[in-house]
């Protein structure tokens, strides 16, 4: 199973830009697809962007696509969130998430989750 460390949230002014990190740990990251999830307070856990475990397909929730950048690197273990044009609606706590499957383009279940780290954009 994949471990999975998040990192790289922060308090930022409407507009303005975050790279998330998610360190993975485990030979096997660059066999899943990954992901990114978000959830803000009273609300569900919401799908944000995911990667495929090759890096070549990229897909993201509408509210976000134009302005969020899901990347991975596979030999440093990690997945990025490049988060631009921040608005006050991306406050969350957001999760990184690897698939359930090996060499799949999209996440299924995710089988691993970190821990989450805060985004709190300010108006």
């Known amino acids: 199973q994949v471990q999975l460390v998040e990192s790289g949230g922060g308090l930022v002014q409407a507009g303005g830009s975050l790279r998330l990190s998610c360190a993975a740990s485990?030979?096997?990251?660059?066999?899943?697809?990954m992901g990114w999830f978000r959830q803000a307070p009273g609300k569900e856990r919401e799908f944000v962007a995911g990667?495929?475990?090759?890096?070549?397909?990229?897909y993201y929730s509408g509210s976000v696509k134009g302005r969020f950048t899901i990347a991975r690197d596979n030999a440093k273990n990690t997945v990025y969130l490049q988060m631009n044009s921040l608005k006050p609606e991306d406050t969350a706590v957001y999760y990184c998430?690897?698939?359930?499957?090996?060499?799949?383009?999209?996440?299924?279940?995710?089988?691993?989750w970190g821990q989450g780290t805060q985004v709190t954009v300010s108006s």
């Open positions: 998430a690897a698939g359930g499957s090996t060499y799949t383009d999209t996440l299924g279940v995710p089988s691993s």
């Open positions: 485990g030979r096997t990251f660059s066999r899943y697809a």
């Open positions: 990667i495929s475990w090759s890096g070549v397909t990229t």
